[in-house]
């Protein structure tokens, strides 16, 4: 490993504006990266030396009071003025997936689409739109004189994103999907088509401003608004619509909740979080970023998005997780490095080529959780909630759970069916059992599982069940360890194929 780290820590936009001066930026910067390189490294080389030197360096930044690693209680800063000036007038947003409700759409699976980056954590999706012909109506209050249609949308223009349990393709889009697809728009005998464009992902949202001319003539103000899709299969998450005067913009149109601040990763706000310390997240951000590629060896195939989740949107739903190469963190721990930052985001490393068993997902998700908050951000092990021990101490009973004629039914785990009652002690386990590789053969191990992946990808991709598949998978962890693991996994329950 380079002592140097390549890539760029924190953009910090806002630093010079504070009264920063370019040399101590540089300064941060520098010690930032070289602390998380070492951070990693330390680990990888269990040289005390090195995490000593990582920490000095990390306290270095802290007395040059930086944001970057700094998770201590945080004050506001300003917010982004508006390009465009905001109407004053209240203009009512509505949500799209309304028009369910109120028995005035067609198209999809005639419910709301969880989303929770979207207006009261829902929109209008579920496949909406993939038939040609698909439409929603909406009561909409007209201004006077000129007027235009602010609508807030998302969609992907290529096959769907796997997730942590397998392929996630309900709302995928057809072959060759088309960079734009086409909407009409309706309202008081005025007809508009728009093009929208592809955001990116199915939670990317952007808001697009259809000018609909003069709307003076709809009698009493109010009219019905029409969206029908013109092109099949082409689904389209429709979030959000306002009509304004023209050359307005609305505040929620004019708030900026989507930021590119990172080469790495972009962060989107729900539209109930108030907190602005955007250069704050993208330090953690990329502090969890950059350690993972040290530690890990690689790095994903695309940008993350980091979603943070006010409590609005998330409503009762736990949040906390990862989606292809998107990450979902709640709004009230964002600043808690133990809140899933690390572990979702290897999750997002694990994307790409060959197959992941659940159990050995999320075991790689808690070390690499546990690693980076003893060697990245400093956390004494009695300071963190899931220690290696404690899972030891646990193994009779989640061994218990999980055994059922024999078998360690971990192996089914993420499939169709699996209790939910066993999937606490499927986590547990999971996290003993890559805690003890760790211990046996070195923190190195699952970098050198990972390189041997790359070049094998597709071994296990034919695998009739998860016995046969779990076999090709500890047979290359035993080579990333050099020792046969079969005999041990054996131990734990696994059925695996015959030598």
């Known amino acids: 490993m380079q002592d140097s780290f390549p890539h760029r820590f924190c953009p910090c936009p806002r630093e010079a504006a504070a009264g920063a001066t370019s040399a101590t930026r540089r300064l941060r910067h520098g010690l930032a990266r070289r602390a998380i390189a070492l951070s990693a490294r330390a680990v990888l080389r269990r040289d005390a030396r090195i995490t000593a030197t990582a920490g000095a360096l990390l306290a270095a930044i802290t007395v040059l009071e930086t944001p970057a690693l700094s ?5 506001a800063a300003p917010a982004t003025a508006p390009a465009a000036p905001v109407n004053a007038a209240p203009v009512p947003l509505i949500e799209a997936e309304s028009a369910l409700g109120a028995g005035r759409a067609r198209g999809g699976a005639a419910r709301p689409d969880r989303k929770l980056t979207a207006f009261g954590g829902a929109c209008l999706g579920n496949g909406w739109g993939r038939a040609r012909g698909d439409w929603a109506e909406y009561t909409v209050t007209l201004p006077r004189g000129q007027a235009s249609l602010h609508l807030r949308y998302a969609r ?7 997730t942590n349990a397998g392929a996630s393709t309900a709302n995928a889009p057809a072959a060759n999907t088309p960079a734009a697809t086409r909407l009409r728009v309706r309202v008081g005998g005025l007809e508009r088509i728009v093009a929208l464009p592809a955001t990116g992902d199915w939670e990317l949202w952007r808001w697009i401003e259809v ?35 023209i050359g307005a913009v609305p505040p929620e149109v004019a708030r900026r909740l989507l930021f590119d601040g990172s080469r790495h990763v972009r962060i989107q706000f729900s539209p109930g979080v108030r907190l602005r310390e955007t ?25 993350l998005t980091v979603h943070v989740i006010a409590e609005a949107e998330r409503k009762n739903d736990f949040v906390g997780h990862s989606s292809g190469y998107a990450i979902y963190l709640d709004e009230e721990h964002i600043f808690e490095t133990g809140h899933n930052w690390v572990h979702e985001m290897t999750h997002c490393f694990q994307r790409g080529p060959g197959r992941w068993p659940a159990w ?19 956390r004494d092990r009695a300071q963190i909630a899931l220690p290696p021990e404690r899972f030891a101490s646990r193994l009779p009973r989640l061994r218990d759970t999980l055994t059922v004629n024999g078998q360690n039914t971990i192996q089914l785990w993420g ?15 999971a996290n003993y059992m890559l805690s003890e590789l760790r211990r046996l053969y070195g923190p190195g191990l699952m970098r050198r599982y990972r390189a041997l992946l790359r070049a094998e990808a597709g071994n296990e991709a034919n695998a009739a069940d998860a016995i046969a598949r779990d076999t090709i998978v500890v047979e290359r962890l035993g080579r990333a360890a050099g020792a046969d693991l079969r005999p041990l996994f054996r131990g734990w329950g696994f059925q695996l194929k015959p030598d």
């Not at 998770?71 to 004050?75: G, I, R, W």
């Not at 330090?283 to 195939?301: C, I, M, R, S, W």
């Open 211 to 245: 000018p609909l001319g003069d709307v003076s003539k709809v009698a009493g103000g109010q009219g019905t608004l029409r969206l029908e899709a013109m092109d099949g299969g082409q689904p389209i998450n429709l979030d959000a619509l306002v009509v304004a005067p």
């Open 156 to 162: 992907l223009a290529r096959p769907a994103q796997t």
């Open 279 to 303: 250069d704050r997240l993208f330090a953690v951000a990329e502090a969890a970023y950059a350690f993972l590629h040290d530690y890990l060896g690689e790095e994903p195939a695309q940008r």
């Open 71 to 75: 998770l201590a209680a945080h004050a």
């Open 415 to 429: 499939e169709a069916g699996f209790p939910d009652e066993r999937v606490g002690a499927a986590y547990g386990f």
């Open 360 to 378: 050995l997902s999320e075991g790689e998700a808690w070390l690499t959780y546990y690693e980076a908050e003893t060697a990245l951000f400093g």
